[in-house]
Structure formats: C-alpha cells, structure tokens
C-alpha cells in the first residue's frame, strides 16, 4: 500500500523504506499505515440493507 502522502496525492508510491522517492524528493516526512483487517469495516445496518431489497422489488414489479 502506498505511503500516507501519495495516497493523498494519488501518486505513484515506489514503497522504498525508510522514505519513497517522492516523499525524500520533497523532503516530506514518509508514513506506512497498517491495512485494516475486512473486520474493521463497517457494516450495513439490516434495517438498511432490507429497505433496500424492498426497493429493489418494487423496481422489478415495474
């Protein structure tokens, strides 16, 4: 995953330790965060996810 900066900057991220280059190019501090693991994710709340298989059927009765 790529570094902090080029994340935001939707770089091209080469992930060279301790700095990638575009980070030591701009003197820019170089920060790795962890992947979150799928079960940090939010999830649907069932009251949303029937509203919207309610809709759905509706949409296929037209």
């Known amino acids: 995953r790529a570094c902090a900066f080029c994340r935001v900057r939707k770089l091209r991220c080469d992930k060279q330790v301790?700095?990638?280059s575009s980070c030591q190019?701009?003197?820019?501090e170089c920060l790795y965060t962890l992947q979150r693991s799928l079960q940090s994710r939010p999830r649907a709340k069932p009251t949303?996810?029937?509203s919207l298989e309610?809709?759905?059927r509706?949409?296929?009765l037209l």
């Open 25 to 28: 190019r701009l003197g820019r």
């Open 48 to 50: 949303h996810v029937q």
């Open 54 to 56: 309610d809709r759905l």
């Open 18 to 20: 301790p700095k990638c």
């Open 58 to 60: 509706m949409f296929h």
